[in-house]
């Protein structure tokens, strides 16, 4: 069993930027591909972006490439999801995954484990 908890999501105008972050408990993630998901009102949840187990394989949506850095700290077991020049757009639910694989993937279903989620606000 795996625990995840998001954290950092606010409240933030259109331009700035935000950084969350999710803690894992009760399994060593090193080993597994870990990625953040996106889900507005109204709207399916969507990939953002993903992390390979060594941390060197990053891959991103189209929508956020360049703006979002994805990262991982296996010693403090966390990920990190770093947003830069936000919209308001980008307004959703964020939630962080794991998937008890080494290989990453941007298909919902495909993860096992998720977090509760953090909201993001941006503000026009």
């Known amino acids: 069993q795996v625990q995840l908890v998001e954290s950092g999501g606010g409240l933030v105008q259109a331009g700035g930027s935000l950084r969350v972050s999710c803690a894992a408990s009760?399994?060593?993630?090193?080993?597994?591909?870990m990625g953040w998901f996106r889900q507005a009102p109204g709207s399916e949840r969507e990939f953002v972006a993903a992390?390979?187990?060594?941390?060197?394989?990053?891959y991103y949506a189209d929508s956020v490439k360049g703006r979002f850095t994805i990262s991982r700290d296996n010693d403090k077991n966390t990920v990190y999801l770093q947003m830069n020049s936000l919209k308001p757009e980008d307004t959703a639910v964020y939630y962080c995954?794991?998937?008890?694989?080494?290989?990453?993937?941007?298909?919902?279903?495909?993860?096992?484990?998720w977090g509760q989620g953090t909201q993001v606000t941006v503000s026009s």
């Open positions: 995954a794991v998937r008890l694989s080494s290989g990453v993937a941007n298909t919902p279903q495909l993860y096992d484990y």
């Open positions: 009760g399994r060593t993630l090193s080993r597994y591909a």
């Open positions: 992390i390979g187990r060594s941390g060197f394989g990053t």
